[in-house]
């Protein structure tokens, strides 16, 4: 089942730049182990901001609530869910 | 290059049948040629709304405007870009 | 699977007093079987607005958005949906 | 007398994790004995934020005020309050 | 128990203006009855805008609805409903 | 004249209890004194936020803003100002 | 007492020229009226819109409201008012 | 002295083709003439939008203004107007 | 050439009330300079607000970009600026 | 490829004003490199705001979020890109 996410980062202004390394470095791998799973089937930046959009491929709203509430940058997102369906002139 | 589009339908109330489905036959060819040429990287319906997301993968700014201002659908449309760079977790 | 879904209403000034009735008792009959098979588990009108809040309980983004575009009203309405997920404090 | 209320809740970035998870304790305990009375309908975790919607069935504006306002996480959180009539396809 | 209603009108531009005369000689004869009744407990025009703010004393979330969906003016109006509670800085 | 205001509290979060309660003792006997005087003729809660809507009976503008910007919450609030006039239909 | 009002003119597409001219040059002339009264004190053209900002100066609420929906153009406005009161740094 | 301007364009959906394609000839020769007396110094498309950003180069909002209600899609149009100054990092 | 500008202040909560004063005072006497001057056309307060509207009177944008961006209190202000042109039933 | 892109700036309050001033001046000079090479095409300050609206001429999305992204004042700002097509009206 796909959802797109819009995720904006908003690090304090106040976080030190070691514990801002070390969350972002977790992050990473926790990011790159769903996409090796497929769950997290697409992430890009958006042009000049500190956001992403992704796709999700998950088997229900509570895996990806799960998903997103266990990520490491979690506290410090805004995060924007929207379920999609498939399309009547998709191709694949 | 990578763009996220998002396209919201608005068919006037007093179109004729006949001629909303045919538009909507050109316009399901129109988008199934640019995904089979690549362009037209990805397409998912909006739960609920007569609005899709796409993924698109051109040249330029240009190539984009003249894929989706030559969509059948074009004059019925509100369109939204939302230019994508790579994400530094991305895997592929 | 739960979703939290808005439903606002917009039908035509000009739409003959008889054919609103008659999409509008069509309309009750979809929700209603929907509502005996569990899918459509709660239905709220909005204070002062024709419009309404619902609570439905599906197997995944397809088939509520098979269940949102093939109400009659459909074509009149703005949806809105808002996928939910288990909440940790509650006791059901 | 139905009512839809969406919560969403903003911790400081500075409340120590201890008082944080105390405040969330008992939190859920208040919740929880308003599920048990029926008052506190229903409660869901919206996916992606740290929000929730929740049905109340209360007797007035007063009590449910009486109820929101005592929430502990209360002044921590952005409260909207949408009030609630049968629908006429309710089958309830 | 308390409500504050905001009411927009949008007469459509091309209502005969013997139809708009007689649908709003019966608004009034519907509010001023309802006023009588101590419901309608206060109704002010919006400066330089065709709305009024209204305070409603009404027993219920239905009867408020009841009385907002039987307002002549209904079908050409956007209304919004504020529930209220009593204020402890209230001398009343 | 009158006038209809919405005013939101928003007290900072490192404010001592103790201050924060004796400048909400000082603002209600404020309140007070004014609705005595019959210049503030209305003060109704909105569920469950930390707001109010009141009604203001003043001679002018600057009246208003004098009363309005001599509260002691004034500094921690929000304050929206919707001047009303006359309603056709009001019967008083 | 003074007020800043701003009105957005929309007139229907398929009013007749004839009919447009005749109202705005009725317009005109109420609106001059009322600036040799002195209580429309001043007005100004936003540059690329068919809008003006305008100051009144009136004796209430009630006087400004009736000069507003006056207007022969009121039924085509969108009209905003924002009542004003003496700013302590002014010289006059 | 610049500003930046934006245009959407909304054309009725049942202009005659003939009349569109008319318009869109003039507006074209009245912003050349524009462009090549250096008044109108840029201007460029929103890609998949029936819109343009551009950039005027004239001595004052007066005849910005009478510029921009001259452009023969005027009436179809929403233009939003942005007075620019010179940035103290500019080179040129 | 005339601008319609609006300045809300917002000073930080811990800014000590001496030093408030004193930017207060120089704000004071800064705007009452550009008043006598002609430049600064008017200035009065936002009913309820920490705000006011001003109409400047000056030769260029550059010109009330270094009259704004020099005020004592810029960097504690939210600023719009609205340009503005004579208006076609303007008596004066 | 051309792109619009506004910034706005929003510098702590607390700050040093040294550490403000280092931080500006190697923004400068960042800017001007890129202005030299063509890619940063246009730069004005928007009249009253901390902020400024840029013309840009880079090869690709990438390209721009990594010359955005890589700004001395990029932490502090919220920064909108909209990308832009050849209008057929330009004459260039």
Redesign the interface.
Known sequence: ?????RMDVNL??DMPAEEAGRIKAV??EY??TL??QGKWA?????????A??S?FDVD???E???I??GLPLF?YMD?????????????R
Chains 1, 2, 3, 4, 5, 6, 7, 8, 9, 10 share one sequence.
């Open positions: 089942m796909i959802y797109l996410v304090p202004a992050e990473k990011s790159q996409q090796r697409g992430i890009w930046r958006v042009v000049g901001e500190y992403n959009y796709i229900s709203n509570d990806l609530h799960e997103l509430s506290p995060i924007e869910v929207i379920p999609l369906a498939k399309h009547p002139s998709d191709i």
